[in-house]
């Protein structure tokens, strides 16, 4: 995928531009009470990518969004597919995936148990107890370069402005200095280091997500 030949502002600077925001956002969310079809996941993936977006207080370009969208609808489906990003250096890989991963944090318990009560059968049950995510990078120190970005993304004050929000229940602690623990519905993202050396088995992840794989063994990858 390439990238844009423009660098434009991603920020929202208005107050009339974010309130148009959260307006579509509330709009995507509505579910049909009767089925869920492919139309309502729409809304359901839709709803998830914005909501990253609120949370950054920047919005996706087309190839980032159209990346974040698949994600999203891999995970909706649980379909299982390896999902390949190659962008420029600077081209918004980690920009991407940490809007994308604590939106499906948030948001798919918070549909699934919605779907759930409403006695609505969906591929989203899975996420009932929680959406659990796994960061590696050839070490710790580079797969905290993304953990640091979804820290970052999650606990300014425009993304506590929402989180805290009773309906999403998300309790901070005095210091957030930890991506275990403080989000709701035992939701969890773990950074992690893929170096031979350390051990990887024991986990359980709906989603795993490797920084810089061409440096991760494929002994490792394959485990």
Same mark, same amino acid.
């Given at each position: 995928?390439? @990238?844009? @030949?423009?660098?434009?502002?991603?920020?929202?600077? @208005?107050?009339?531009?974010?309130?148009?925001?959260?307006?579509?956002?509330?709009?995507?969310?509505?579910?049909?009470?009767?089925?869920?079809?492919?139309?309502?996941?729409?809304?359901?993936?839709?709803?998830?990518?914005?909501?990253?977006? #609120?949370?950054?207080?920047?919005?996706?370009?087309?190839?980032?969004?159209?990346?974040?969208?698949?994600?999203?609808?891999?995970?909706?489906?649980?379909?299982?597919?390896?999902?390949?990003?190659?962008?420029?250096?600077?081209?918004? !890989? *980690?920009?991407?995936?940490?809007? $994308?991963?604590?939106?499906?944090?948030? #948001?798919?318990?918070?549909?699934?148990?919605?779907?759930?009560?409403?006695?609505?059968?969906?591929?989203?049950?899975?996420?009932?107890?929680?959406?659990?995510?796994?960061?590696?990078?050839? &070490?710790?120190?580079?797969?905290?370069?993304?953990?640091?970005?979804?820290?970052?993304?999650?606990?300014?004050?425009?993304?506590? @402005?929402?989180?805290?929000?009773? &309906?999403?229940?998300?309790?901070?602690?005095?210091?957030?200095?930890?991506?275990?623990?403080?989000?709701?519905?035992?939701?969890?993202?773990?950074?992690?280091?893929?170096?031979?050396? $350390?051990?990887?088995?024991?986990?359980?992840?709906?989603?795993?997500?490797?920084?810089?794989?061409?440096?991760? *063994?494929?002994? $490792?990858? !394959?485990?």
């Amino acid at each position: 995928m390439g @990238t844009p @030949t423009k660098e434009r502002p991603r920020s929202f600077t @208005t107050t009339r531009e974010q309130k148009a925001t959260d307006e579509e956002i509330f709009d995507a969310a509505e579910i049909d009470s009767k089925k869920v079809n492919r139309l309502t996941l729409t809304k359901i993936v839709t709803a998830i990518v914005l909501m990253g977006e #609120m949370l950054a207080g920047d919005k996706l370009y087309k190839y980032e969004r159209e990346v974040a969208e698949r994600i999203v609808w891999s995970l909706v489906l649980g379909d299982g597919e390896t999902l390949t990003m190659q962008f420029a250096r600077q081209g918004g !890989k *980690s920009f991407t995936v940490a809007q $994308v991963v604590p939106a499906c944090a948030i #948001m798919l318990p918070l549909f699934a148990q919605y779907l759930y009560e409403a006695k609505i059968k969906s591929p989203l049950e899975k996420f009932r107890k929680g959406f659990w995510c796994g960061v590696y990078g050839p &070490d710790y120190e580079r797969a905290g370069i993304v953990g640091n970005r979804i820290n970052s993304n999650i606990s300014t004050q425009r993304a506590r @402005t929402i989180l805290t929000d009773p &309906d999403v229940g998300m309790i901070f602690p005095v210091r957030l200095t930890t991506f275990t623990g403080v989000l709701p519905r035992n939701s969890h993202i773990n950074i992690k280091s893929a170096n031979r050396s $350390v051990s990887i088995e024991g986990d359980t992840f709906h989603l795993v997500v490797t920084d810089e794989t061409q440096e991760i *063994s494929d002994y $490792v990858l !394959k485990k």
